[in-house]
């Protein structure tokens, strides 16, 4: 059977509401849609977590930049009601734009300092318009656990602050990355990659894999390991690297040397398709999630 698909804040009120009523714990799944098995798998851990599950599928205009990809995002909404369904979600939310921002909506968050390095200067405003649209919706779902994707990690990393410095009473999870059988990190921007593109993305991750290694290896030095990175991500034919960071993983500050849990973080243009991807090197090797 379909989960059902609501489009106003207020039919999303009411499906909650009598969740509750019937003793329910309510998980959350904030998506842009165009969904794939990387959002299966929040999916997956919200319905193993909580008995009434919304996913949310709404392309957010304020997290985008006036140069990026909002008018060509995939949308792709009759797919990933059916994915959310076989993967055990009860409620898709898929407002319109203006459902989400009303006129004359003009309350903004704002989470510094994890947001100084990576897609901060990046993507100017991006992460104000994410934390924005997050606590929206969790003001609207008002769930008890909320799924993120290790995938983007600054993201989950901002959020579970937002989280905690604004009081939400909502537990965030941070889930694995699930990747391709040839190590990419499936994204819905996969798409836009020409299969020649697609053939050489894996190369990303083999440069994050190498850069563990080399860590493994002994190697402390952050500048040294953060140019060598550099270096295999420029050595992609076609690629334009945008950043490729070793960061203190909790603060997201530059250091100098590997002496903590540190996120590995690149982001790199494969022709014109901006991609993302990133591991923890911690103590104990790779930890695929930020907490
Ligand atoms: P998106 O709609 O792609 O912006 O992301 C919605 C949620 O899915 C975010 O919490 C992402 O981190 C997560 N996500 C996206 N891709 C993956 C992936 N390959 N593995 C796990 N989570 C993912």
Do not use: W
Not at 10 to 15: L, T
């Amino acid at each position: 059977m379909l989960a059902p698909i609501a489009t106003t804040v207020a039919e999303v009120r009411e499906a909650v509401a009598a969740a509750r009523r019937a003793g329910k714990s309510v998980g959350f799944v904030p998506t842009m849609g165009a969904l794939h098995e990387g959002h299966a798998s929040l999916v997956r851990a919200a319905a193993a977590t909580s008995q009434f599950v919304v996913v949310s599928v709404f392309v957010n205009p304020t997290q985008f930049g006036p140069n990026e990809d909002f008018a060509k995002y995939p949308r792709t909404l009759e797919s990933d009601q059916k994915l959310c369904s076989e993967s055990g979600a009860h409620l898709v939310f898929a407002p319109t734009a203006a459902e989400m921002y009303p006129e004359r909506s003009v309350t903004f968050v704002e989470v510094k300092e994890l947001d100084a390095e990576l897609d901060g200067p990046a993507r100017p405003g991006h992460f104000r318009g994410v934390c924005t649209v997050v606590l929206k919706l969790f003001n609207i779902v008002l769930p008890d656990v909320s799924h993120f994707g290790a995938k983007d990690a600054q993201q989950a990393r901002i959020i579970r602050q937002m989280v905690r410095d604004l009081n939400v009473p909502v537990v965030v999870r941070v889930e694995p990355t699930v990747r391709e059988a040839d190590g990419l990190a499936m994204s819905s921007r996969n798409r836009y990659l020409s299969p020649a593109e697609r053939a050489l993305a894996p190369a990303i991750y083999r440069a994050l894999q190498n850069a563990q290694a080399r860590a493994a290896a002994g190697e402390v030095d952050v500048a040294r390991l953060e140019s060598a990175l550099a270096a295999e991500l420029a050595a992609i034919p076609g690629a334009r690297v945008d950043y490729a960071r070793v960061l203190d993983a909790s603060t997201l500050q530059p250091l100098a040397r590997l002496d903590r849990e540190v996120l590995v973080a690149v982001a790199v243009f494969i022709g014109t398709t901006r991609l993302i991807d990133n591991i923890v090197i911690g103590e104990r090797g790779i930890r695929n999630a930020v907490s």
